[in-house]
T-cell receptor, first 115, second 109 residues
């Protein structure tokens, strides 16, 4: 399966600051990557679909001005949480779709804690 | 609205005690049914994809099956290292995955 990395694996920040999370495809080029959020003991909720070279598509209820997604290359997508607040504390996970299939492979996740 | 429902929410088994996890889904439009394993603090690990009723896939102690309205993940003679949350997800034709809430499986030595 595909290999996806995320950086950082965990981050703690103060309320009001911005945090950038990187998601890299290590073994093939990903034109589409997905960003999910997972609260404790809950399932994964899709936040947005990131398309290389174009604007991301956000799910209903996700603020696009708060969660900025950039997919400038075929191997890197970034999620920036702007003006983070404690309620943004969560586990953020990216995934990529394997070429020619609809299987998604997930990164290891980033634990964000906003104080 | 596309939905995926998993049961039970949690399951505790003795080592070697076989059982099954259930995933039911909105019938119309399913293009693929996916099973993942998630360990605490980690991203989901891909296990299986099923596309049509009657299809079965196996990997070690796990076997996934698909009917027209649900999927089962059978675990045979589980070991403590099989303890994890098992997630199922459906692709309903728009590249996106809709996840169930998962079954938290604990295998007791």
């Amino acid at each position: 399966g595909a290999v996806v990395s995320q950086h950082p694996s965990w981050v703690i920040c103060k309320s009001g600051t911005s945090v950038k999370i990187e998601c890299r495809s290590l073994d093939f080029q990903a034109t589409t990557m997905f960003w999910y959020r997972q609260f404790p003991k809950q399932s994964l909720m899709l936040m947005a679909t990131s398309n290389e070279g174009s604007k991301a598509t956000y799910e209903q209820g996700v603020e696009k001005d708060k969660f900025l997604i950039n997919h400038a290359s075929l191997t890197l997508s970034t999620l920036t949480v702007t003006s983070a607040h404690p309620e943004d504390s969560s586990f953020y996970i990216c995934s990529e779709g394997a070429p020619g299939t609809d299987t998604q492979y997930f990164g290891p996740g980033t634990r964000l804690t906003v104080l | 609205e596309d939905q995926v429902t998993q049961s039970p929410e949690a399951l505790r088994l003795q080592e070697g005690e076989s059982s099954s996890l259930n995933c039911s889904y909105t019938v119309s439009g399913l293009r693929g049914l996916f099973w993942y394993r998630q360990d605490p603090g980690k991203g989901p690990e891909f296990l299986f994809t099923l596309y049509s009723a009657g299809e079965e896939k196996e990997k070690e102690r796990l076997k996934a099956t698909l009917t027209k309205k649900e999927s089962f993940l059978h675990i045979t003679a589980p070991k403590p290292e099989d303890s994890a949350t098992y997630l199922c997800a459906g692709n309903f034709g728009n590249e996106k995955l809709t996840f169930g809430t998962g079954t938290r499986l604990t295998i007791i030595p």
